[in-house]
C-alpha cells in the first residue's frame, strides 16, 4: 500500500468513505485494479482511482484500510427461498418430489406464515450478508414478510410475486395470489433497495392461461419473471404426458419468452432450447449445489456459454442446499462446467465472479445500478481478506476468490455505502433475538 500523503482538506472533495484495498475487482470493465481507491458519495460509488490521488483529491467522513483485501461487487443471489432457511437440515437426502411431498410441503402446510417469513428471510439474510452477498432475488409465500427482514437486515432484495395453482395458508388460488403480489408491489415499490419479479411456482403448478396472463403484465410493468424449468427429467415426462408438448413450449406459447424471463435450473435443455432461450434473451439461475443434492442432473453451461445464454448463480433455498453461500456456488459452478464439457477453460475465473455479480443483476434489471464497481452505481461491496495462509500466495486475485477463497473471509460487506457487516459482526441485525426465534421455529417444526 503506498504511503499516504499530506493533503490541504479545505481544498479536497468531501465524500462519505474511501476505501484503499490492496485489489480493486470492477467487474466491468474487466480485470483488477493494484493500489487503486474508491469513493462513496451519497450512497454511490464516485470514482475509482489511484490511492495517492484519491489521497490527494477527496477528505473522507471514513477512511477504511484493507491492504490483503480485494473489493469485490456485492454479491447477487439469483434464485432464492429465503424463509426456508427454517427448513435447513429437515428432509436431507431425499430426490425432489419425495422431499416436497413428505417433508417440505406438510411442514409448510403446518408453519407458513408472516412470522416464520419473516423470521426465516432474516435468518438468511444474516447469513448472507456474512458471505459477500447484498442483493437476493426471492420466491416464497408472504413476500411482504420478507421485504420487512430484508428491509431490517438492509439488503437488496427482488421479491418473487408467487403464483401457484394450490391453495395455502397465504392465498386460496392463482388468482388470490397475483392479487396479493400486486398489491405487496405497490405497497413497496417505494423503498429503493426493493425490486419486484413475478414468481409463477413452474409450469407444472400453474395453469396456461395464468401463464399467458402474467406475461401480459410483465410486458405492461416490465418486470422479470422468476420460474422454476426443466429442472428435472420427470417434470418434462410429465409435461409431454399431460401436455404432448415440453415445458418450454408451454411458456412460449404463453408469451413468456422475453429478456425478462429467469428460467431457473434450466437442467434438462435440449440444443435447440438452449438457442430459443439465447434468441429471445432469455436468463438463466444456475444452483449447482441444489442440483447435486438433489440429483436432478448436471447443466450443460458451456453449452449456456456458447449459446450466448446469459445467466447467474443462485442457492436456492436452505432446505434444498443447506448453504446461502455463493463463494461455494462460484467454485462448484466452474468445477461443474470443466467437468462436464471436458474443457478446462470451460466457464473461467473471471467469467464466473461476474455471473455472479453483474450477470446475476443483469437478469434481474438492475445491471444499470448494482454488480459492478462503477462510478454512479449504488456502493454494494463486499471486501475478501486473502491474507490467511489458505489463499496465499497470490499469483492471481481473481482466481483466489473462485478457486481458494471462501465465505469466512469475507471481512466487510457494505449496501448501498452503509456498512453491514465487519469482521463477524452484523450491524442491523440483532443475533440473540434471531436466535432465540430461530429455536421456536425448530421446535414447531421437529414437534
Known amino acids: 500500500m503506498p504511503e499516504r500523503i499530506h493533503i490541504d482538506h479545505d481544498m479536497a472533495q468531501p465524500v462519505d468513505l474511501l476505501i484503499f484495498p490492496r485489489w480493486i475487482v470492477p467487474i466491468a470493465p474487466a480485470g483488477v485494479l493494484e493500489n487503486h481507491a474508491l469513493a462513496v458519495k451519497g450512497g454511490r460509488i464516485l470514482e475509482l482511482c489511484p490511492a495517492e490521488a484519491a489521497t490527494a483529491r477527496f477528505a473522507a467522513r471514513e477512511t477504511v484500510e484493507l491492504p490483503e483485501h480485494a473489493l469485490i461487487p456485492g454479491l447477487v443471489n439469483l434464485h432464492t427461498h429465503a424463509a426456508m432457511s427454517l427448513f435447513r437440515g429437515y428432509g436431507d437426502d431425499l430426490p425432489l418430489m419425495q422431499w416436497l411431498t413428505t417433508r417440505i410441503w406438510p411442514a409448510e402446510k403446518k408453519t407458513a406464515s408472516a412470522d416464520f417469513v419473516r423470521d426465516g428471510t432474516l435468518l438468511a439474510c444474516a447469513e448472507m450478508l456474512a458471505s459477500g452477498t447484498t442483493c437476493f432475488n426471492e420466491m416464497y409465500f408472504f413476500p411482504g414478510a420478507a421485504a420487512d427482514a430484508a428491509l431490517d437486515a438492509g439488503m437488496r432484495a427482488a421479491l418473487g410475486m408467487i403464483v401457484i395453482d394450490f391453495p395455502t395458508s397465504y392465498a386460496s388460488d392463482a388468482e388470490d395470489y397475483l392479487n396479493k403480489g400486486l398489491a405487496m408491489r405497490d ?261
Open 187 to 447: 405497497r413497496y415499490k417505494g423503498e429503493a433497495r426493493l425490486s419486484f419479479t413475478f414468481a409463477p411456482h413452474a409450469p407444472y403448478t400453474v395453469a396456461d392461461d395464468m401463464l399467458a396472463r402474467i406475461a401480459v403484465l410483465a410486458e405492461q410493468l416490465d418486470v422479470p419473471v422468476h420460474i422454476h424449468l426443466h429442472e428435472t427429467a420427470q417434470e418434462i415426462q410429465d409435461s409431454l404426458d399431460k401436455h404432448q408438448v415440453r415445458p418450454l413450449e408451454r411458456i412460449a406459447a404463453a408469451g413468456l419468452l422475453s429478456p425478462r424471463l429467469i428460467a431457473v435450473h434450466a437442467i434438462h435443455l435440449l440444443d435447440g432450447e438452449i438457442e430459443t432461450l439465447a434468441r429471445h434473451g432469455c436468463h438463466i439461475a444456475h444452483c449447482s449445489a441444489a442440483a447435486l443434492k438433489l440429483a436432478s442432473g448436471l447443466p450443460a453451461v458451456k453449452k449456456w456459454l456458447d449459446a450466448g445464454v446469459n445467466f447467474g448463480l443462485g442457492t436456492d433455498g436452505a432446505a434444498s442446499n443447506n448453504r446461502l453461500d455463493m463463494f461455494s456456488e462460484m467454485r462448484l459452478a466452474a468445477l461443474l462446467a470443466k467437468g462436464i464439457s471436458g474443457d478446462a477453460t470451460a466457464l473461467p475465473a473471471a467469467k464466473v465472479l461476474q455471473a455472479a455479480t453483474l450477470d446475476g443483476a443483469r437478469a434481474l434489471g438492475l445491471d444499470a445500478q448494482i454488480g459492478s464497481l462503477e462510478a454512479g452505481k449504488w456502493a454494494d461491496m463486499a471486501a475478501v481478506n486473502l491474507g490467511s495462509l489458505s489463499t496465499q500466495p497470490v499469483f492471481d486475485p481473481l482466481s483466489q476468490l473462485v478457486y481458494a477463497a471462501g465465505r469466512e473471509q469475507v471481512s466487510h460487506v457494505w449496501v448501498g455505502g452503509e456498512l453491514k457487516y465487519a469482521n463477524g459482526s452484523h450491524i442491523s441485525i440483532n443475533l440473540p433475538d434471531l436466535k432465540a426465534r430461530i429455536a421456536y421455529w425448530r421446535d414447531k417444526i421437529a414437534a
